[in-house]
């Protein structure tokens, strides 16, 4: 593996001089992972668009090699993530299946992973149709109930991959109830911490071994970037992981790694602001007429609110809602009708996003499938924006009506 050499420069940043685990999430979010340049001082970190460095003799270089092993604006970026899921270790893919992919590799024909039954429909495609191939053998069960994992764990169990909230459910899985479970099995627990943002929820400190990101959403922020993440505290699972970025290679550039490094610098800020604006359109649509039924954490009548009460520090932005009476045409015709809500994939971004799971999102994954957890053909998933409230709110109104 190769390790940094440089990092006793003579201009460090606040993370350095007051040291990285003391500091908040904000100081963090702006510092962590950075300094000022040693060549000329600049205070942002510049965008090492380089594949190769330098050596005096053969191995003798300032820690880096090539670039798809190690890069210093991605080095910076990788360090800043690390820091605020509350790890020492950071790798960034060039997209969250990236990611995924690389923690897939590290097991072996036969082994058994045990997931949940409403994923991310990316999660159960490369699950189902490229690692299954493979020999892995994957349990998709309901993980809201904890106590369902041990019927599916044997001597070939070798992980638990799950996501809360999950997607597009906003089902909460209790994160430290299940590491319990993996705990006591030795098993590996991976938390898809997406749709959370490290802002509201750090896996690692509820137990889980390995918290994976699609950087692309909330991380980033401005919808300008594909990018995944994978922060631990395992040294020895650090470095198998590592093994798999270097060596298959889903590894992003300098110049997408310094837009989230730009991106990141006002996470709090935006969290912040989906929160706030997310309780609000959850509660406008929750009496509206043309709702049948809403799903977000934060009703006290949600069946996990007490759960993300308890390990999340806010509910967040996104919303499901299943429409009244709306067949296939009619979710069409309303999904198309929003003027400030924009209909695309993806979610987390400073802009309001419309998207419909079962043709979109979720389109990989079989109808009955889909619908058993209940990705109905009326159901629409909003991911709130940072806006003015007022707007997105008129918005709503003028769509339903
Ligand atoms: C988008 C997403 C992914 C996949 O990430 P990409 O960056 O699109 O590859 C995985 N999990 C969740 C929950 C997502 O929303």
Redesign the pocket.
């Known amino acids: 593996m190769t390790e940094n050499k440089n990092n006793n420069i003579s201009t460090p940043s606040p993370s350095e001089r007051v040291g990285v685990r003391q500091l908040r999430f904000a100081t963090k979010a702006i510092h962590a992972g950075q300094h000022p340049d040693p060549t000329t001082g600049a205070v942002m970190t510049p965008i090492y668009q380089t594949s190769t460095y330098w050596q005096k003799t053969p191995g003798d270089n300032k820690g880096y090699e090539y670039s798809r092993g190690t890069n210093p604006t991605r080095k910076a970026l990788e360090d800043c993530m690390a820091a605020l899921e509350n790890c020492k270790y950071g790798l960034a893919f060039s997209?969250?299946?990236?990611a995924?992919d690389a923690v897939m590799k590290t097991l072996k024909p036969g082994d058994e992973v045990i997931t949940g039954n409403d994923l991310?429909g990316?999660?159960y495609r490369i699950f189902t149709k490229v690692f299954a191939n493979y020999g892995i053998k994957f349990h998709f069960i309901d993980l809201t109930n904890p106590e369902n994992i041990s019927a599916f764990i044997n001597e070939n169990t070798k992980m638990v991959w799950l996501?809360t909230p999950t997607?597009p459910m906003m089902q909460i899985v209790d994160i430290e109830s299940v590491a319990a479970i993996t705990k006591s099995n030795s098993l590996t627990l991976v938390v898809?911490n997406?749709?959370a943002s490290p802002y509201l929820q750090n896996p690692v400190d509820l137990g889980a071994d390995l918290v994976?990101h699609?950087?692309?959403?909330y991380i980033a922020g401005h919808s300008d970037v594909?990018?995944?993440a994978l922060l631990t505290n395992n040294e020895a699972l650090y470095k198998q992981l590592w093994f798999m970025y270097n060596a298959c290679g889903a590894t992003p550039g300098p110049q997408d790694s310094f837009l989230v490094l730009r991106g990141i610098k006002t996470l709090h800020l935006r969290m912040m602001a989906h929160c706030e604006n997310g309780e609000k359109v959850a509660a406008f649509l929750r009496n509206h007429p043309k709702i049948e039924k809403i799903y977000w954490p934060g009703f006290i009548d949600h069946p996990n609110h007490e759960v993300a009460k308890k390990q999340m520090r806010g509910f967040g932005g996104m919303i499901s809602i299943v429409l009244k009476d709306a067949d296939l045409a009619e979710t069409f015709r309303i999904s198309g009708s929003f003027k400030v809500f924009t209909l695309a994939e993806?979610?987390g971004g400073v802009e309001s996003l419309i998207n419909h799971p079962a043709s979109m999102t979720h389109g990989s994954i079989p109808k009955e499938e889909r619908e058993k957890v209940g990705v109905v053909d009326n159901l629409l998933r909003l991911s709130v924006g940072v806006e003015d409230i007022e707007d997105l709110i008129d918005d709503l109104r003028q769509a339903l009506a």
């Not at 699609?214 to 959403?217: E, H, N």
């Open positions: 997209s969250g299946m990236g995924t991310y990316g999660s996501e997607n898809d997406t749709f994976m699609s950087v692309t959403k594909v990018m995944g993806s979610l």
